[in-house]
């Protein structure tokens, strides 16, 4: 495996599912083909959302191609299926264990459309363009989505927030043994490539928009912000103590609205673009 090996759990992909189902950008649908026939790869699935999600937005029949490293987060998505099609057409699924930084041309032969979701800014920018080459070789549009762009904000605001925000991005930044991750520079380096490979690219925001309904979700979203801060800054956990016990108390009471901006991409290659 070339991806740094952080396991993400079933019951954090369940807990943001209808937030971002909420967040995606729906109208980038609408560039997509209307007939069937649909051979979908979804790269690095997780417990599959985004083809829960997608599937009911199409017509005709579809086949996915669920790919993810982790095998637990598979057999979830083999089991909770995508569907039904707009029309009520078949949708099939199969699963494949692969790293989708290692994928061969031949992996995905016969692609009519590529997926992705909160996959980017965990990549590095040499997995990044393999990636996309990969795809564009493909000859088909590739939708990916909910990449962070950096830009979060808490409502009430807190004069702390800033810097853990600024640490958090640098947390996403981070040098590992794979090389840089590119954290909130990925959607612009992967329209930057889409581009050079000249590819129509069309980008859209995808926020988060979390509030009072969205208590435990906000709060398992502030904890983790504020831990990977601090996993950046250590000195952090001990200066904002109180306020991650304050904030914390918030969220879990509904009392936190939190935004964190993300951006879709769509990339066509030119003679699918219209
Ligand atoms: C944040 S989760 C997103 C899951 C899903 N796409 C979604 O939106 O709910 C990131 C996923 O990427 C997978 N992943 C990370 N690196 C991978 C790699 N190199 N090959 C395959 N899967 C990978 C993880 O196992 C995890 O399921």
């Known amino acids: 495996m070339t991806v740094e090996q952080i396991r993400v759990s079933t019951e954090w992909l369940d807990l943001r599912e209808a937030a971002d189902a909420a967040a995606r950008a729906a109208d980038l649908v609408g560039r997509l083909s209307r007939s069937g026939g649909h051979v979908i790869h979804d790269l690095a699935c997780g417990t599959g959302a985004m083809g829960r999600w997608l599937a009911p937005r199409l017509a005709g029949t579809q086949r996915w191609v669920l790919h993810d490293r982790d095998p637990d987060l598979l057999k979830v998505a083999a ?7 707009a029309d009520c057409a078949s949708v099939t699924v199969e699963t494949r264990l692969s790293d989708i930084t290692r994928l061969a041309p031949a992996d995905l032969a016969g692609a009519t459309l590529i997926t992705a979701s909160a996959l980017l800014d965990i990549l590095t920018e040499d997995e990044l363009a393999g990636l996309i080459g990969t795809c564009a070789g493909a000859g088909c549009p590739a939708l990916l989505c909910l990449s962070v762009t950096g830009r979060v904000r808490l409502a009430p605001a807190d004069p702390f927030d800033a810097y853990v925000g600024a640490a958090f991005d640098a947390h996403q930044r981070r040098l590992t043994w794979r ?31 979390l509030g009072s309904d969205d208590a435990v979700l906000a709060a ?21 103590g109180a306020y991650r016990r ?22 066509l290659p030119r003679e699918a673009a219209s």
């Open 220 to 240: 398992e979203w502030f904890a983790g912000w504020f831990g990977a801060a601090c996993e950046q800054e250590p000195g952090l956990a001990s200066e904002g």
């Open 246 to 267: 304050r904030r914390l108390a918030e969220a879990r009471a509904g009392k936190l609205a939190v935004t964190v901006d993300h951006t879709d991409l769509l990339a």
């Open 179 to 209: 090389g840089r991750l590119l954290g909130p520079g990925a959607s612009d380096a992967a329209a930057d490539r889409f581009g050079g490979l000249g590819a129509e690219v069309v980008v859209r925001p995808s926020p988060w928009r």
């Open 79 to 85: 089991s909770d299926r995508p569907g039904p099609a």
